[in-house]
């Protein structure tokens, strides 16, 4: 497609619950990231994928966030037995090389009731 | 680690005023910095983006400037419109956390007709 595309819109699940969030990047692009933006932290950092190079973690807020990327392209972001304070939107960006102009997709809402 | 402030949190104007939107950050050894606007719901829109060894950009009514050594960035958008009304955000990539953009909490605009 012509952007990046991100599935569910939206989600709301249980406490405890597994979700799963979708991003299709642009094609071509080789970087991939995923951003948290919720009201109290603003947009933060949780993880990016460069070509085959091991993906760099470093915002991931704790083990039951995990994220993988299938062929190089579609990625998947996991988060286990979610917590109240999961809720927020999950950004997905893709650019062309690392570091270079990055396009953000719509953002999956995430409401953990 | 890498801060970012922008100045105004908020702003409202009267439409055709040109308009001044500021962005600082505390470490200058940044790789690029990239503006975005944001519509309430929606995902983030590239507006511009500065790498380290330019000095602006410009793309219609926006300019975007950089003086790296000062640690300030400025988004200068001429002969606002309603449709500008949107909170724009500074975002820079660089020094210890290159891949991972630092955003700062952004300025909410409005423009009124």
């Known amino acids: 497609g012509a952007g990046v595309s991100q599935s569910p819109s939206n989600k709301v699940t249980e406490k405890g619950k597994d979700v799963e969030l979708r991003c299709d990047p642009i094609s071509g692009h080789t970087a991939l990231y995923w951003y948290r933006q919720s009201l109290g932290q603003g947009l933060e950092f949780l993880i990016y994928?460069?070509?085959?190079?091991?993906?760099?973690k470093s915002g991931l807020p704790s083990d039951r966030f995990s994220a993988e990327r299938t062929g190089g392209s579609v990625s998947t972001l996991t988060i286990q037995r979610t917590q109240q304070e999961d809720s927020a939107v999950y950004l997905c960006a893709s650019s062309l090389l690392l570091s270079g102009e990055l396009f953000f997709g719509e953002g999956s809402r995430l409401t953990v009731l | 680690k890498q801060e970012v402030t922008q100045i105004p949190a908020a702003l409202s104007v009267p439409e055709g005023e040109n308009l001044v939107l500021n962005c600082s950050f505390t470490d200058s050894a940044i790789y690029n910095l990239q503006w975005f606007r944001q519509d309430p719901g929606k995902g983030l829109t590239s507006l511009l983006l500065i790498q380290s060894s330019q000095r602006e950009q410009t793309s219609g009514r926006l300019n975007a400037s950089l003086d790296k050594s000062s640690g300030r960035s400025t988004l200068y958008i001429a002969a606002s419109q309603p449709g500008d009304s949107a909170t724009y955000l500074c975002a820079v990539n660089g020094g210890t956390s290159y891949g991972k953009l630092t955003f700062g909490q952004g300025t909410i605009l409005t423009v009124h007709p």
């Open positions: 994928f460069q070509g085959n190079s091991a993906p760099d």
